[in-house]
Nanobody
Framework: QVHLVESGGGLVQAGGSLRLFCAAS????????MGWYRQAPGKQRELVAT???????HYADAVKGRFTISTNNAKNTVYLQMNSLKPADTAVYYC???????????WGQGTQVTVSS
């Protein structure tokens, strides 16, 4: 069992930065992939970024060059550094965890990010 808790969301002006945190607890050794998704009002949930235990990363085209996903040394926290934020980035951001080729098994409760124009 793994529990994920997001934090760090808030209100920021366009062009600003925000850093999201996702703390993982439980059997984290069962994980080898973590990621961030987001869901904007009236939109479907979409992938933002993923990172594997080997350090490989993937980003959605919409955030490429602006967002950076990373983990701490213990790999019990995943970060999403968001720079040059746009109003289109406004969404609830969700942390996810799982295993390669197995899919996402765990989800956080979400944290709201609002970018004003």
């Amino acid at each position: 069992q793994v529990h994920l808790v997001e934090s760090g969301g808030g209100l920021v002006q366009a062009g600003g930065s925000l850093r999201l945190f996702c703390a993982a607890s439980g059997n984290i050794f069962s994980l080898n992939a973590m990621g961030w998704y987001r869901q904007a009002p009236g939109k479907q949930r979409e992938l933002v970024a993923t990172i594997t235990s080997g350090g490989s990363t993937h980003y959605a085209d919409a955030v490429k060059g602006r967002f950076t996903i990373s983990t701490n040394n213990a790999k019990n926290t995943v970060y999403l550094q968001m720079n040059s934020l746009k109003p289109a980035d406004t969404a609830v951001y969700y942390c996810a965890a799982g295993r390669l080729y197995r899919g996402w098994s765990y989800w956080g409760q979400g944290t709201q990010v609002t970018v004003s124009s």
